[in-house]
């Protein structure tokens, strides 16, 4: 049988920029992560993954890539990266990184290779290069950054960037491309990666030239289909390793033609993410994620944050408790208190539910989003093509904090983004000797979910419409109070964990506990 270490796997992802600082210039970097290789694994994870790695201006953090096949000078070296597969691996952690398919970098070589040789050219066949009409772009196309998609050049052809202006877009029509993506695949898994996340999965196939069709011009058109069938075939060759999808779609039909047996091992639930603190809102969410991956055979996953949203701390603690994309609600009123105390519990209800669970480095310390770092600080381009009106993913990009009880609390060289003068009582070291704290909540919570939980089902249990309550396989169960008041739990032999204080035979409000 083959390896299905994903299925129920706990996967930390490490945003390299802000996780440690090895070298003292304030940016992380791989000696930084190796160093905090066995902290990740007291924590209990089974695997690492790392946001692009490669060489890039930075134009996006990283998502702009230059050379998919070697390393950010900033970052390290292909040699230390080697060594941190290997260390990890010793460790038993795995590896999973990010492939960028949609785009590149402007300084990428087929780019620059595409503007010097012309209109035309076999070159810019790569790239979606196109004339103008009546004087501006081909189409009316806008970026999701903000702005206009396309970008004129020297010679007045226009070029398409679904993201800023430094990120041209693939043409995956072009059989070099193809190809191409194909042998970074291989390049990595070589090297001994063990996934492979697809940044902006859907968004790959694209018609600039077509009449409304009824169909979105460049989301989830069916041609995508065929590109992770190809690239199923290529990890299928390596035992063990998997590819995961950065899908975000509202038709569960849709979604669930990647997890079909042939294309992508798993993808990433954003319902779950998005969803607001509320009973109702978050069963059906469980509901449908269950129904939708249960008859093709995958894996679903419980994601509370990653480096593009808001953190869950600040986002519970807030009167409107969802997510999207177009409304981070910077600026809205948010009670840490209560965000911790929902924070806690929606870390027990995620690593409950069967499949696999994602933890953003930082969400087992409890760090808020960091929402007043100085406009002249910002470096999330979303700032500038918003007209400085959004501002952006950089408040949850804010880097770790590890010791001391004051800036930069054991990272390394004064962050590449200023952290708050009252994160003291967060770091590592601080949480480590509190047996309450947050961080051991995580660890222990990893600990009973490897022996507990994982991949499997579970069976719902009626305790109430503000309470989420369900068994797993293995006895144990799972209470959530939504409500306000307190609630009766069900017979129990033992409390095995719980996210807060409880009073007897009472769970309090926002409150979760795991029961045998």
């Given at each position: 049988?083959?390896?299905?270490?994903?299925?129920?796997?706990?996967?930390?992802?490490?945003?390299?920029?802000?996780?440690?600082?090895?070298?003292?210039?304030?940016?992380?970097?791989?000696?930084?992560?190796?160093?905090?290789?066995a902290y990740l694994s007291d924590l209990g994870i089974d695997a690492i993954w790392l946001n692009p790695w490669y060489p890039s201006p930075m134009s996006?953090?990283?998502?702009?890539?230059?050379?998919?096949?070697?390393?950010?000078?900033?970052?390290?070296?292909?040699?230390?990266?080697?060594?941190?597969?290997?260390?990890?691996h010793d460790l038993n952690i795995k590896i999973i990184i990010d492939v960028v398919p949609n785009h590149s970098s402007d300084q990428n070589a087929w780019?620059?290779?595409?503007?010097?040789?012309?209109?035309?050219?076999?070159?810019?066949?790569?790239?979606?290069?196109?004339?103008?009409?009546?004087?501006?772009?081909?189409?009316?196309?806008?970026?999701?950054?903000?702005?206009?998609?396309?970008?004129?050049?020297?010679?007045?052809?226009?070029?398409?960037?679904?993201?800023?202006?430094?990120?041209?877009?693939?043409?995956?029509?072009?059989?070099?491309?193809?190809?191409?993506?194909?042998?970074?695949?291989?390049?990595?898994?070589?090297?001994?990666?063990?996934?492979?996340?697809?940044?902006?999965?859907?968004?790959?196939?694209?018609?600039?030239?077509?009449?409304?069709?009824?169909?979105?011009?460049?989301?989830?058109?069916?041609?995508?289909?065929?590109?992770?069938?190809?690239?199923?075939?290529?990890?299928?060759?390596?035992?063990?390793?998997?590819?995961?999808?950065?899908?975000?779609?509202?038709?569960?039909?849709?979604?669930?033609?990647?997890?079909?047996?042939?294309?992508?091992?798993?993808?990433?639930?954003?319902?779950?993410?998005?969803?607001?603190?509320?009973?109702?809102?978050?069963?059906?969410?469980?509901?449908?994620?269950?129904?939708?991956?249960?008859?093709?055979?995958?894996?679903?996953?419980?994601?509370?944050?990653?480096?593009?949203?808001?953190?869950?701390?600040?986002?519970?603690?807030?009167?409107?408790?969802?997510?999207?994309?177009?409304?981070?609600?910077?600026?809205?009123?948010?009670?840490?208190?209560?965000?911790?105390?929902?924070?806690?519990?929606?870390?027990?209800?995620?690593?409950?539910?069967?499949?696999?669970v994602y933890v953003y480095q930082g969400e087992e310390l409890g760090l808020p989003e960091v929402e007043d770092i100085p406009d002249n600080l910002l470096?999330?381009?979303?700032?500038?093509?918003?007209?400085?009106?959004?501002?952006?993913?950089?408040?949850?990009?804010?880097?770790?904090?590890?010791?001391?009880?004051?800036?930069?609390?054991?990272?390394?060289?004064?962050?590449?983004?200023?952290?708050?003068?009252?994160?003291?009582?967060?770091?590592?070291?601080?949480?480590?000797?509190?047996?309450?704290?947050?961080?051991?909540?995580?660890?222990?919570?990893?600990?009973?979910?490897?022996?507990?939980?994982?991949?499997?089902?579970?069976?719902?249990?009626?305790?109430?419409?503000?309470?989420?309550?369900?068994?797993?396989?293995?006895?144990?169960?799972?209470?959530?109070?939504?409500?306000?008041?307190?609630?009766?739990?069900?017979?129990?032999?033992?409390?095995?964990?719980?996210?807060?204080?409880?009073?007897?035979?009472?769970?309090?409000?926002?409150?979760?506990?795991?029961?045998?």
């Amino acid at each position: 049988m083959r390896e299905t270490w994903w299925r129920g796997a706990a996967i930390y992802q490490v945003y390299l920029r802000s996780f440690a600082d090895g070298n003292g210039d304030g940016l992380g970097d791989l000696a930084g992560l190796r160093s905090r290789l066995a902290y990740l694994s007291d924590l209990g994870i089974d695997a690492i993954w790392l946001n692009p790695w490669y060489p890039s201006p930075m134009s996006d953090g990283g998502y702009d890539v230059a050379d998919y096949r070697s390393i950010e000078p900033v970052f390290g070296t292909l040699a230390e990266a080697e060594k941190l597969i290997q260390e990890a691996h010793d460790l038993n952690i795995k590896i999973i990184i990010d492939v960028v398919p949609n785009h590149s970098s402007d300084q990428n070589a087929w780019f620059q290779e595409a503007l010097a040789a012309g209109p035309g050219s076999a070159a810019r066949e790569r790239f979606w290069f196109r004339p103008g009409k009546d004087g501006g772009p081909p189409n009316d196309w806008q970026s999701i950054f903000g702005g206009p998609a396309w970008t004129q050049v020297a010679d007045g052809e226009w070029y398409l960037h679904l993201f800023a202006p430094e990120q041209p877009d693939f043409n995956w029509n072009s059989d070099a491309v193809r190809e191409e993506f194909l042998d970074v695949l291989r390049f990595w898994f070589d090297r001994g990666v063990d996934g492979i996340r697809i940044d902006s999965a859907a968004v790959l196939i694209k018609d600039p030239d077509a009449e409304p069709d009824g169909l979105d011009p460049y989301t989830d058109r069916d041609g995508v289909h065929e590109i992770y069938r190809e690239w199923r075939q290529v990890s299928d060759t390596y035992p063990g390793r998997f590819l995961i999808g950065e899908v975000w779609l509202p038709d569960q039909e849709r979604f669930a033609r990647y997890l079909r047996p042939d294309e992508l091992h798993t993808a990433f639930n954003f319902d779950f993410l998005a969803c607001p603190w509320d009973a109702s809102a978050l069963r059906r969410v469980i509901d449908t994620t269950l129904a939708t991956h249960v008859p093709i055979g995958a894996p679903p996953t419980w994601v509370l944050s990653n480096h593009d949203v808001t953190r869950p701390v600040t986002r519970y603690g807030r009167p409107d408790t969802s997510f999207a994309h177009d409304d981070r609600k910077h600026g809205m009123v948010s009670d840490r208190d209560l965000g911790i105390r929902r924070a806690r519990a929606a870390a027990l209800l995620a690593m409950a539910l069967p499949g696999g669970v994602y933890v953003y480095q930082g969400e087992e310390l409890g760090l808020p989003e960091v929402e007043d770092i100085p406009d002249n600080l910002l470096q999330d381009p979303i700032w500038a093509r918003s007209g400085n009106t959004d501002r952006g993913r950089d408040g949850c990009r804010v880097p770790v904090p590890w010791s001391g009880d004051a800036p930069p609390y054991g990272y390394g060289g004064e962050p590449w983004l200023p952290q708050p003068a009252d994160w003291g009582p967060l770091t590592v070291e601080a949480q480590e000797p509190d047996a309450t704290s947050m961080l051991n909540l995580y660890r222990t919570a990893l600990r009973i979910r490897h022996e507990k939980l994982g991949d499997g089902t579970i069976t719902w249990v009626p305790l109430g419409d503000e309470v989420l309550a369900f068994t797993r396989e293995s006895g144990l169960t799972c209470v959530v109070n939504l409500g306000t008041e307190p609630v009766r739990l069900p017979e129990h032999q033992q409390i095995c964990l719980a996210s807060g204080p409880v009073d007897g035979g009472l769970l309090p409000a926002d409150t979760a506990v795991w029961l045998l």
